[in-house]
């Protein structure tokens, strides 16, 4: 009872506290969209707050050779995806579990392993004053790299830039030589021409085109008639004619924003947008206050970033702001899979937080546990 008491206290409660009304919200719309839809998904949250239970508590602080085997296992299923992958909406991003009617999306696991191997091997190894030098950024970019360009051939977009931004994002809220960003930056900008021509596949080059162009495309100029339509405090059911109607595209999932605009106009967004950069601002301040503890820096500052990169994604490309990528919004779109993953990254960092003061749990070594636990007692 002491120990539960304990992991109780140290359990943040206001990140649940945060998520209930997004999910609350994204329940509603999707229900009066689809009666079905919705069963679906309350299935998916069940699911997901189930494997979130079992990984709360997994010693992660405790693991070194488990998370590098789960990184190169998340590897081998990105590979195996080009030979026995199923396609979906014109991509081959899934594998089929046998025997059984389910798929994987490996590259929605690999987010989870890479910042767990960030994250241990940036503890073993933390940088010093002046930022890491070439040599421990290359070998920390190196596994950002190789998922990068794996995802990037299924083609995923969308999901192989997340893993940039979060991986890099990480590196350069940990610690990196200013001279290295500087490289990067100038590297990019004269390669962006080159990429452009050679590295992107022509349905993307249309999205950047269609961003570009002086008139919308056709479901971004939907989703701007319903935002416009929502007015300062949105309309009645029957009265959102862009999504009761279909006009409004992919309305539970992708462009769910716009249908929730829609229904609750400026006012709604501004709450909605409000409780996503409060809970953003929220897991910042876990990097900025444990400067010491780089594990939970690392986690912390990886889902930040994660939660940043798909709201603003997906907001921006509903007002046209950013191309149509496909990136669903954070506990509000339909669908499983970014469920799932976000629900066992804030397990995680619940993990870390809540066992932070277990020192059995955070022994980095027998010794040392029993030399502490023995002092403890003492005390």
């Known amino acids: 009872m002491i120990l539960n008491r304990r992991i109780l206290s140290h359990f943040d409660f206001f ?3 945060l998520i209930a009304p997004m999910i609350a919200l994204s329940l509603f719309l999707i229900h009066e969209l689809g009666s079905v839809l919705i069963y679906k998904q309350l299935i998916y949250i069940g699911a997901s707050l189930g494997f979130a239970y079992v990984i709360f508590f997994i010693p992660f602080r405790n693991l070194t050779r488990s998370l590098y085997f789960f990184y190169w296992f998340c590897i081998i299923l990105l590979i195996l995806v080009e030979f026995v992958g199923t396609k979906k909406l014109g991509a081959q991003r899934w594998i089929l579990i046998p025997f059984t ?12 392993s890479l910042m767990l191997i960030l994250a241990l091997i940036i503890r073993q190894n933390p940088p010093p004053k002046n930022g890491y030098d070439w040599r421990e950024f290359g070998h920390l970019a190196f596994l950002i790299l190789v998922p990068f360009f794996i995802i990037l051939q299924q083609p995923d977009l969308g999901t ?11 590196l350069f809220l940990i610690g990196v030589h200013r001279k290295i960003w500087i490289t990067l930056g100038l590297i990019f900008v004269l390669s962006s021409p080159i990429v452009y021509q ?7 080059k249309k999205r950047i085109h269609d961003f570009l162009s002086e008139s ?5 100029a939907q989703s701007m008639v319903a935002i416009g339509a929502g007015g300062l405090r949105g309309k009645d059911r029957d009265e959102a004619t862009q999504s009761q109607l279909k006009f409004l595209p992919i309305a539970t999932s992708d462009f769910i924003f716009a249908y ?3 229904r609750f106009g400026f006012v709604g967004g501004f709450v909605l947008i409000s409780l996503y950069m409060i809970l953003i601002f929220h897991i910042f301040s876990y990097a900025i206050i444990y400067t010491k503890d780089y594990f939970l820096q690392v986690i912390s500052s990886c889902v930040g970033i994660l939660i940043f990169v798909y709201m603003s994604v997906n907001i921006a490309m509903t007002i046209g702001f950013a191309p149509v990528v496909g990136l669903p919004l954070p506990f509000f779109s339909y669908g499983g899979t970014s ?23 955070n022994a980095t070594s027998p010794k040392g546990s029993l030399a502490q636990l023995v002092r403890a007692l003492g005390s």
């Open 15 to 17: 990140i649940p506290l």
């Open 101 to 112: 009617p389910f798929s994987i999306q490996p590259s929605e696991m690999l987010k989870i």
């Open 160 to 170: 192989a830039l997340t893993i940039l931004f979060m991986g890099f994002g990480t």
């Open 198 to 204: 050679y590295g992107l596949q022509d349905y993307q």
């Open 216 to 220: 919308p495309s056709h479901q971004v």
């Open 260 to 262: 929730y605009m829609e």
């Open 339 to 361: 469920f799932l993953t976000f629900t066992i990254m804030f397990a995680i960092l619940e993990n870390l937080l809540a066992f932070r003061y277990n020192l059995k749990y």
